[in-house]
Protein backbone atom coordinates (compact mmCIF):
# COMPACT_ATOMS: atom_id res chain seq x y z
CA UNK A 1 0.00 0.00 0.00
CA UNK A 2 1.20 3.37 -1.26
CA UNK A 3 1.50 5.56 1.95
CA UNK A 4 -0.35 8.28 0.14
CA UNK A 5 -4.17 8.45 0.80
CA UNK A 6 -4.89 10.53 -1.78
CA UNK A 7 -2.94 12.20 -4.64
CA UNK A 8 -4.79 15.32 -3.47
CA UNK A 9 -5.00 15.60 0.43
CA UNK A 10 -1.56 13.14 0.61
CA UNK A 11 1.23 14.97 3.37
CA UNK A 12 4.48 16.13 1.38
CA UNK A 13 7.27 12.66 2.01
CA UNK A 14 9.96 12.98 4.10
CA UNK A 15 12.33 13.82 1.33
CA UNK A 16 9.61 17.22 0.66
CA UNK A 17 10.18 18.27 4.00
CA UNK A 18 13.96 18.35 4.17
CA UNK A 19 15.96 21.78 5.16
CA UNK A 20 18.90 22.62 4.93
CA UNK A 21 21.27 20.01 7.66
CA UNK A 22 22.56 21.91 10.58
CA UNK A 23 26.59 21.31 10.31
CA UNK A 24 26.43 18.53 13.24
CA UNK A 25 22.99 16.95 10.76
CA UNK A 26 23.74 14.42 8.26
CA UNK A 27 21.97 15.16 4.94
CA UNK A 28 20.93 12.38 3.22
CA UNK A 29 20.20 13.38 -0.17
CA UNK A 30 24.19 14.49 0.08
CA UNK A 31 25.32 11.29 0.94
CA UNK A 32 22.83 9.84 -2.05
CA UNK A 33 24.50 12.16 -3.94
CA UNK A 34 28.33 10.83 -3.10
CA UNK A 35 26.74 7.03 -3.59
CA UNK A 36 25.96 8.48 -7.44
CA UNK A 37 28.59 10.52 -8.50
CA UNK A 38 31.16 7.65 -7.08
CA UNK A 39 29.35 5.37 -8.72
CA UNK A 40 28.55 6.64 -11.95
CA UNK A 41 28.89 3.17 -13.68
CA UNK A 42 25.39 2.19 -11.90
CA UNK A 43 23.36 5.04 -13.22
CA UNK A 44 25.11 6.34 -17.14
CA UNK A 45 23.21 5.95 -20.04
CA UNK A 46 20.42 3.81 -17.97
CA UNK A 47 16.48 4.25 -17.15
CA UNK A 48 15.59 4.80 -13.82
CA UNK A 49 12.31 4.92 -11.95
CA UNK A 50 12.81 7.40 -8.39
CA UNK A 51 10.03 5.97 -6.82
CA UNK A 52 8.41 8.56 -4.42
CA UNK A 53 10.44 11.48 -5.78
CA UNK A 54 9.08 14.21 -3.26
CA UNK A 55 10.88 17.19 -4.91
CA UNK A 56 12.48 15.33 -7.67
CA UNK A 57 16.49 16.07 -5.92
CA UNK A 58 17.57 12.10 -6.58
CA UNK A 59 16.15 12.27 -10.17
CA UNK A 60 17.96 15.22 -10.57
CA UNK A 61 21.54 13.74 -9.24
CA UNK A 62 20.76 10.54 -11.70
CA UNK A 63 20.47 12.78 -14.97
CA UNK A 64 23.39 14.97 -13.73
CA UNK A 65 25.23 11.74 -13.31
CA UNK A 66 24.33 10.70 -17.27
CA UNK A 67 21.14 8.74 -16.89
CA UNK A 68 19.43 8.14 -20.05
CA UNK A 69 16.26 8.70 -18.82
CA UNK A 70 14.72 9.08 -15.46
CA UNK A 71 10.79 8.82 -14.45
CA UNK A 72 10.24 10.33 -11.07
CA UNK A 73 6.65 8.92 -9.68
CA UNK A 74 5.17 11.17 -6.84
CA UNK A 75 1.61 10.78 -5.73
CA UNK A 76 1.76 13.56 -3.67
CA UNK A 77 1.32 17.60 -4.57
CA UNK A 78 4.45 18.24 -4.41
CA UNK A 79 4.96 16.27 -7.91
CA UNK A 80 3.33 19.84 -9.73
CA UNK A 81 6.43 20.98 -7.84
CA UNK A 82 8.57 18.51 -8.59
CA UNK A 83 7.86 19.05 -12.66
CA UNK A 84 8.45 22.91 -11.97
CA UNK A 85 11.83 22.42 -10.63
CA UNK A 86 12.84 19.64 -13.38
CA UNK A 87 12.19 22.71 -16.07
CA UNK A 88 13.60 26.03 -13.97
CA UNK A 89 17.00 23.10 -13.78
CA UNK A 90 16.91 22.52 -18.00
CA UNK A 91 16.09 18.71 -17.71
CA UNK A 92 12.39 19.27 -19.17
CA UNK A 93 13.94 20.77 -22.19
CA UNK A 94 16.15 18.04 -23.27
CA UNK A 95 13.59 15.45 -21.97
CA UNK A 96 16.04 14.01 -19.16
CA UNK A 97 13.42 13.79 -16.69
CA UNK A 98 9.61 12.45 -16.64
CA UNK A 99 7.46 13.43 -13.28
CA UNK A 100 4.54 11.28 -13.37
CA UNK A 101 1.94 12.03 -10.44
CA UNK A 102 0.46 9.13 -9.00
CA UNK A 103 0.41 6.14 -6.92
CA UNK A 104 2.98 3.48 -8.01
CA UNK A 105 0.87 1.06 -8.20
CA UNK A 106 -1.71 2.37 -10.26
CA UNK A 107 0.40 4.76 -12.93
CA UNK A 108 1.85 3.29 -16.14
CA UNK A 109 5.64 4.21 -17.17
CA UNK A 110 5.91 5.10 -20.67
CA UNK A 111 8.58 2.07 -20.72
CA UNK A 112 8.25 -1.75 -19.86
CA UNK A 113 11.65 -1.75 -18.17
CA UNK A 114 13.92 0.53 -16.41
CA UNK A 115 17.60 -0.32 -15.63
CA UNK A 116 17.61 1.04 -11.85
CA UNK A 117 15.35 1.98 -8.96
CA UNK A 118 16.23 4.46 -6.92
CA UNK A 119 14.27 5.77 -3.67
CA UNK A 120 14.52 7.20 0.04
CA UNK A 121 11.74 4.66 1.25
CA UNK A 122 12.84 4.44 4.44
CA UNK A 123 10.57 5.77 7.08
CA UNK A 124 11.28 6.50 11.09
CA UNK A 125 11.97 3.06 12.58
CA UNK A 126 12.68 1.81 9.11
CA UNK A 127 9.37 0.82 7.86
CA UNK A 128 6.87 3.67 9.30
CA UNK A 129 4.67 4.91 6.08
CA UNK A 130 5.19 1.30 4.22
CA UNK A 131 7.00 2.83 1.40
CA UNK A 132 8.83 -0.45 1.15
CA UNK A 133 6.06 -1.84 0.02
CA UNK A 134 6.21 0.59 -3.11
CA UNK A 135 9.39 0.07 -4.00
CA UNK A 136 8.78 -3.84 -3.83
CA UNK A 137 5.76 -3.16 -6.19
CA UNK A 138 7.98 -1.20 -8.64
CA UNK A 139 10.90 -3.64 -9.07
CA UNK A 140 8.84 -6.59 -9.35
CA UNK A 141 6.94 -4.74 -12.48
CA UNK A 142 9.59 -3.22 -14.19
CA UNK A 143 13.39 -3.39 -13.00
CA UNK A 144 15.32 -5.61 -15.72
CA UNK A 145 17.03 -9.15 -14.65
CA UNK A 146 20.14 -7.97 -12.85
CA UNK A 147 19.05 -4.64 -12.58
CA UNK A 148 19.84 -2.78 -9.35
CA UNK A 149 17.90 -1.24 -6.27
CA UNK A 150 19.45 1.89 -4.23
CA UNK A 151 20.04 1.44 -1.31
CA UNK A 152 19.53 -1.89 -1.59
CA UNK A 153 20.31 -3.10 2.22
CA UNK A 154 18.42 -2.18 5.43
CA UNK A 155 19.19 -3.40 8.90
CA UNK A 156 17.39 -2.51 11.87
CA UNK A 157 19.34 -2.72 15.05
CA UNK A 158 18.30 -2.37 19.33
CA UNK A 159 20.05 -1.14 22.24
CA UNK A 160 19.05 0.20 26.00
CA UNK A 161 19.24 3.34 27.31
CA UNK A 162 19.36 5.47 31.09
CA UNK A 163 16.54 7.91 30.58
CA UNK A 164 15.16 8.64 33.93
CA UNK A 165 14.76 12.53 33.37
CA UNK A 166 12.85 12.44 30.26
CA UNK A 167 10.76 9.53 31.39
CA UNK A 168 9.86 11.43 34.59
CA UNK A 169 9.14 14.52 32.88
CA UNK A 170 6.98 12.81 29.85
CA UNK A 171 5.68 9.63 31.51
CA UNK A 172 5.26 9.73 35.03
CA UNK A 173 4.04 13.00 35.05
CA UNK A 174 1.17 11.57 34.22
CA UNK A 175 0.17 9.56 37.44
CA UNK A 176 -0.50 13.24 38.69
CA UNK A 177 -1.11 16.40 37.21
CA UNK A 178 -2.11 19.17 39.62
CA UNK A 179 -2.97 16.12 42.10
CA UNK A 180 -5.35 14.46 39.97
CA UNK A 181 -4.59 10.70 38.64
CA UNK A 182 -4.35 10.81 34.67
CA UNK A 183 -2.46 7.05 34.77
CA UNK A 184 -5.04 6.50 31.76
CA UNK A 185 -2.91 9.04 29.56
CA UNK A 186 0.36 7.33 30.98
CA UNK A 187 -0.66 3.72 29.20
CA UNK A 188 -1.61 5.63 26.10
CA UNK A 189 2.04 7.48 25.74
CA UNK A 190 3.76 4.17 27.21
CA UNK A 191 2.64 2.26 23.79
CA UNK A 192 3.54 5.31 21.37
CA UNK A 193 7.21 5.03 20.63
CA UNK A 194 9.09 8.50 20.64
CA UNK A 195 11.32 9.35 17.90
CA UNK A 196 13.88 11.44 18.75
CA UNK A 197 17.68 11.74 18.88
CA UNK A 198 19.44 9.87 22.12
CA UNK A 199 22.67 11.12 23.48
CA UNK A 200 25.21 8.54 23.20
CA UNK A 201 26.23 8.62 27.00
CA UNK A 202 22.97 7.07 27.69
CA UNK A 203 23.60 3.69 26.05
CA UNK A 204 23.79 0.99 28.70
CA UNK A 205 24.16 -1.84 26.35
CA UNK A 206 25.81 -3.23 23.13
CA UNK A 207 23.77 -3.08 20.39
CA UNK A 208 21.82 -6.29 18.26
CA UNK A 209 21.19 -6.93 14.66
CA UNK A 210 17.43 -7.71 14.44
CA UNK A 211 16.68 -8.27 10.81
CA UNK A 212 18.50 -7.38 7.58
CA UNK A 213 16.01 -6.83 4.75
CA UNK A 214 17.69 -7.49 0.78
CA UNK A 215 15.25 -5.00 -0.72
CA UNK A 216 16.68 -6.73 -4.71
CA UNK A 217 15.31 -10.24 -3.00
CA UNK A 218 13.11 -9.98 -0.28
CA UNK A 219 9.14 -10.31 -0.59
CA UNK A 220 6.97 -7.34 0.90
CA UNK A 221 6.12 -10.01 3.30
CA UNK A 222 9.49 -10.56 4.81
CA UNK A 223 9.35 -6.63 6.36
CA UNK A 224 6.89 -8.69 9.30
CA UNK A 225 9.15 -10.77 11.38
CA UNK A 226 9.87 -11.90 15.23
CA UNK A 227 13.52 -11.70 15.91
CA UNK A 228 15.75 -12.67 19.38
CA UNK A 229 17.86 -10.38 20.87
CA UNK A 230 20.57 -10.72 24.03
CA UNK A 231 21.97 -7.29 25.12
CA UNK A 232 24.25 -7.22 27.48
CA UNK A 233 25.39 -4.28 29.73
CA UNK A 234 28.46 -2.72 29.18
CA UNK A 235 28.25 -0.60 33.26
CA UNK A 236 26.31 -0.84 36.00
CA UNK A 237 23.16 1.52 35.82
CA UNK A 238 18.84 1.48 35.00
CA UNK A 239 17.37 1.05 32.03
CA UNK A 240 14.26 2.91 30.91
CA UNK A 241 14.14 2.00 27.39
CA UNK A 242 15.29 0.31 24.45
CA UNK A 243 16.18 1.87 21.03
CA UNK A 244 15.77 0.88 17.76
CA UNK A 245 17.70 2.28 14.92
CA UNK A 246 19.22 1.19 11.45
CA UNK A 247 21.59 1.42 8.73
CA UNK A 248 21.33 1.68 5.00
CA UNK A 249 23.53 0.23 2.58
CA UNK A 250 25.04 0.40 -1.13
CA UNK A 251 26.31 -2.80 -1.98
CA UNK A 252 26.45 -2.50 -5.43
CA UNK A 253 29.22 0.59 -5.22
CA UNK A 254 32.80 -0.14 -6.18
CA UNK A 255 33.09 -0.21 -2.29
CA UNK A 256 30.35 -0.63 0.29
CA UNK A 257 28.65 2.78 1.08
CA UNK A 258 25.71 3.63 3.53
CA UNK A 259 24.70 5.37 6.52
CA UNK A 260 23.93 4.65 10.32
CA UNK A 261 20.89 6.59 11.96
CA UNK A 262 22.27 4.53 15.18
CA UNK A 263 22.78 7.27 18.30
CA UNK A 264 26.70 7.46 17.50
CA UNK A 265 26.31 7.97 14.20
CA UNK A 266 26.07 12.17 13.02
CA UNK A 267 22.28 12.94 13.40
CA UNK A 268 19.87 12.32 10.67
CA UNK A 269 15.96 12.96 10.25
CA UNK A 270 15.01 9.71 11.09
CA UNK A 271 16.74 10.37 14.58
CA UNK A 272 16.02 6.83 17.13
CA UNK A 273 12.59 5.15 18.04
CA UNK A 274 12.23 4.93 21.52
CA UNK A 275 10.54 1.76 23.51
CA UNK A 276 10.07 3.16 27.04
CA UNK A 277 9.39 0.04 30.04
CA UNK A 278 7.50 -0.23 32.42
CA UNK A 279 9.56 -1.13 35.08
CA UNK A 280 13.02 0.53 35.32
CA UNK A 281 16.09 -1.99 35.08
CA UNK A 282 18.48 -2.10 37.67
CA UNK A 283 21.24 -4.14 35.54
CA UNK A 284 25.15 -4.37 36.57
CA UNK A 285 27.93 -4.70 34.17
CA UNK A 286 28.04 -8.51 31.99
CA UNK A 287 24.11 -8.90 33.35
CA UNK A 288 21.83 -9.63 29.72
CA UNK A 289 18.61 -8.91 29.16
CA UNK A 290 16.97 -11.33 27.09
CA UNK A 291 13.78 -11.47 24.76
CA UNK A 292 12.32 -11.01 21.55
CA UNK A 293 10.62 -8.27 19.19
CA UNK A 294 7.64 -8.63 16.44
CA UNK A 295 7.18 -6.02 14.35
CA UNK A 296 4.33 -6.37 11.44
CA UNK A 297 2.68 -3.47 9.62
CA UNK A 298 -1.50 -2.61 10.97
CA UNK A 299 -4.17 -4.57 9.39
CA UNK A 300 -6.41 -1.37 9.49
CA UNK A 301 -3.38 1.09 8.23
CA UNK A 302 -0.97 -0.68 6.45
CA UNK A 303 1.28 2.58 6.81
CA UNK A 304 1.29 2.08 11.01
CA UNK A 305 3.78 -0.45 12.64
CA UNK A 306 2.65 -2.58 15.33
CA UNK A 307 5.43 -3.84 17.82
CA UNK A 308 5.44 -6.78 20.60
CA UNK A 309 8.12 -6.77 23.07
CA UNK A 310 8.66 -9.56 25.08
CA UNK A 311 11.65 -8.98 27.62
CA UNK A 312 13.40 -10.67 30.63
CA UNK A 313 16.45 -9.81 32.95
CA UNK A 314 17.16 -12.36 35.73
CA UNK A 315 19.79 -9.91 37.28
CA UNK A 316 21.04 -9.35 41.10
CA UNK A 317 18.67 -6.27 41.28
CA UNK A 318 16.01 -6.79 38.95
CA UNK A 319 14.09 -9.82 38.35
CA UNK A 320 11.67 -9.54 35.39
CA UNK A 321 9.85 -10.84 32.64
CA UNK A 322 7.11 -9.02 30.69
CA UNK A 323 5.95 -8.34 27.07
CA UNK A 324 4.66 -5.05 26.20
CA UNK A 325 2.90 -3.55 23.12
CA UNK A 326 3.36 -0.54 20.96
CA UNK A 327 1.99 1.28 18.01
CA UNK A 328 3.84 3.81 15.29
CA UNK A 329 1.00 6.28 14.50
Given at each position: ?114 DVIISEWMGYFLLFENMLDSVLYARNKWLVDGGVVLPDKASLFLTAIEDS ?165
Amino acid sequence: MNPCATPETAPMPLTSLMIPPAPTTTSIPTLTSNVIYQNKFLIKDKVVLDVGAGTGILSLFCAKAGAAHVYAVECSQMADMAKEIVKANGFSDVILITVLKGKIEEIELPTPKVDVIISEWMGYFLLFENMLDSVLYARNKWLVDGGVVLPDKASLFLTAIEDSEYKEDKIEFWNSVYGFDMSCIKKKAMMEPLVDTVDPKQIVTDSKLLKTMNISKMSSGDASFTAPFKLVAQRNDYIHALVAYFDVSFTMCHKLLGFSTGPKSRATHWKQTVMYLEDVLTICEGETITGSMSVSYNKKNARDVDMKLSYSLDGQHSKISRTQHYKMR
